[in-house]
Antibody, heavy 122, light 110 residues
Framework: QLQLQESGPGLVKPSETLSLTCTVS??????????WGWIRQPPGKGLEWIGS???????YYNPSLKSRVTISVDTSKNQFSLKLSSVTAADTAVYYC??????????????WGQGTLVTVSS | QSALTQPRSVSGSPGQSVTISCTGT?????????VSWYQQHPGKAPKLMIY???KRPSGVPDRFSGSKSGNTASLTISGLQAEDEADYYC??????????FGGGTKLTVL
């Protein structure tokens, strides 16, 4: 059974860089048909797609965050990571990682990690 | 890339049916049959309930169904049960390997 687990600091100072890692277990991050994504949810608000990556390293970002986001993959560790620079209080959110299934007939996010709360505060 | 539009809340009594709408544009919902729906209980991660507009993953009750007409997708839950009370989010492919979510709908089972 595939599982994803987010890890990283729960508190980041304004203007600094948020860094999170998602560890995939129970399956290979290098499987074809699968991309890997980051989604966030500010407290009491809705979900926002941040970006996605393929095991080859191809990346796709939300245009509204593109200038500040970097997603990378480490196939040897079965992990992928998120970096969000120049953070402000508006970046305070629960950050989820998820597998993005992309096949010729469709695409969807499943499963999801449990999420990790990152607070931006001095 | 604007968030898809969902009603803030819907409600229904046990045994009844409710429908949650998700309105986008011809660049997302209307342009692709790639709408998925997620259920989220408080403090929990989202769970996939419907994918590709109307397909149900294994393990999801057939009380949950999805459909689409033009730029609006819908999630219908029939035979409401207490455990269906949760937040529901739609998501659509928006082209060029990008995705957009709805603002979420809180379902209350009266």
């Amino acid at each position: 059974q595939l599982q994803l687990q987010e890890s990283g600091p729960g508190l980041v100072k304004p203007s600094e860089t948020l860094s999170l890692t998602c560890t995939v277990s129970g399956g290979s991050i290098s499987s074809s048909s699968y991309y890997w994504g980051w989604i966030r949810q500010p407290p009491g608000k809705g979900l926002e797609w941040i970006g996605s990556i393929y095991y080859s390293g191809s990346t796709y970002y939300n245009p509204s965050l593109k200038s500040r986001v970097t997603i990378s993959v480490d196939t040897s560790k079965n992990q992928f990571s998120l970096k969000l620079s120049s953070v402000t209080a508006a970046d305070t959110a629960v950050y989820y990682c998820a597998r993005l299934v992309v096949v010729t007939v469709g695409n969807w996010f499943d499963p999801w990690g449990q999420g990790t709360l990152v607070t931006v505060s001095s | 890339q604007s968030a898809l539009t969902q009603p803030r809340s819907v409600s229904g009594s046990p045994g009844q049916s409710v429908t949650i709408s998700c309105t986008g544009t011809s660049s997302d919902v209307g342009g692709y049959n790639y709408v998925s729906w997620y259920q989220q209980h408080p403090g929990k991660a989202p769970k996939l309930m419907i994918y590709d507009v109307s397909k149900r993953p294994s393990g999801v009750p057939d009380r949950f169904s999805g459909s689409k007409s033009g730029n609006t997708a819908s999630l219908t839950i029939s035979g409401l049960q207490a455990e269906d009370e949760a937040d529901y989010y739609c998501c659509s492919y928006a082209g060029s390997y990008s995705w957009v979510f709805g603002g979420g709908t809180k379902l209350t089972v009266l």
